[in-house]
């Protein structure tokens, strides 16, 4: 039986397989994505504005993602943050309230993932929209539980382990730029365990400087498999 880890997701009706043979970033042009969808409250989640369709949205939207702010640590961010997820430590810009630690969830479909051939790759290619440095500050991914609209810092889901570190450029070329991270072991577990869906946390690696603050674009996120 699967466990109940992280249950949300719905079964979309486009095969994933194969990937690109051109690569994961290079032929971004077509990939192979799967999409979030409601929430355990029945609803969806707003993505730029726009209320995001159930299970027979288009391929590529998610629907299940929040941000969490270590400073105000039982505020829930659900719908309160436009199309921007944060991690990093901000401690500039026009509004104040939006200073202090955060760390973001995105929430990835996987049940086209059972009815295929065991994964040998699997990657979350996200837009990081921007940096407030270009120096090596890195970001990280892991496998976390499922999120929720009452999630909070304080009542974030349990971090399991660590999937892969990023830099996203130097030398000025740190802004707007499509980030691919390794997370094939969450997508095994999923197929594997027949999850409806993997729920995937970014954070800074380093939470004490602000040049470590960046922003993502969470409906640019795909979940690309080979």
Not at 44 to 53: H, K, M, N
Not at 61 to 80: A, E, F, I, K
Request: glycine share 8%; with cysteine; charged share 20%.
């Amino acid at each position: 039986m699967p466990t109940s880890r992280s249950l949300t997701g719905r079964r979309r009706s486009r095969s994933l397989y194969p990937l690109l043979a051109c690569g994961l970033v290079g032929g971004l042009a077509a990939p192979a994505a799967l999409a979030a969808s409601p929430d355990a409250s029945g609803t969806s989640r707003t993505v730029a504005g726009q209320r995001q369709p159930g299970p027979s949205a288009p391929n590529g939207q998610v629907g299940l993602w929040t941000s969490v702010n270590r400073s105000h640590p039982h505020t829930s961010y659900w719908d309160r943050t436009g199309n921007v997820a944060r991690i990093g430590k901000r401690s500039l810009g026009e509004n104040p309230g939006l200073n202090g630690v955060w760390r973001s969830f995105i929430t990835m479909g996987t049940e086209n993932l059972h009815r295929h051939k065991p994964i040998r790759e699997a990657r979350l290619l996200i837009r990081n929209t921007t940096s407030q440095s270009c120096a090596p500050y890195n970001v990280e991914i892991w496998d976390t539980g499922r999120v929720y609209r009452s999630t909070t810092w304080h009542s974030q889901p349990r971090w399991y382990h660590w999937l892969d570190t990023k830099h996203p450029g130097s030398n000025g070329n740190c802004q707007n730029r499509l980030l691919s991270f390794d997370v094939t072991r969450s997508a095994q577990e999923a197929q594997k365990n027949r999850w409806p869906s993997m729920t995937l946390g970014l954070k800074a690696s380093n939470t004490d400087s602000s040049n470590a603050y960046k922003t993502f674009a969470p409906s640019t996120a795909r979940l690309v498999v080979n």
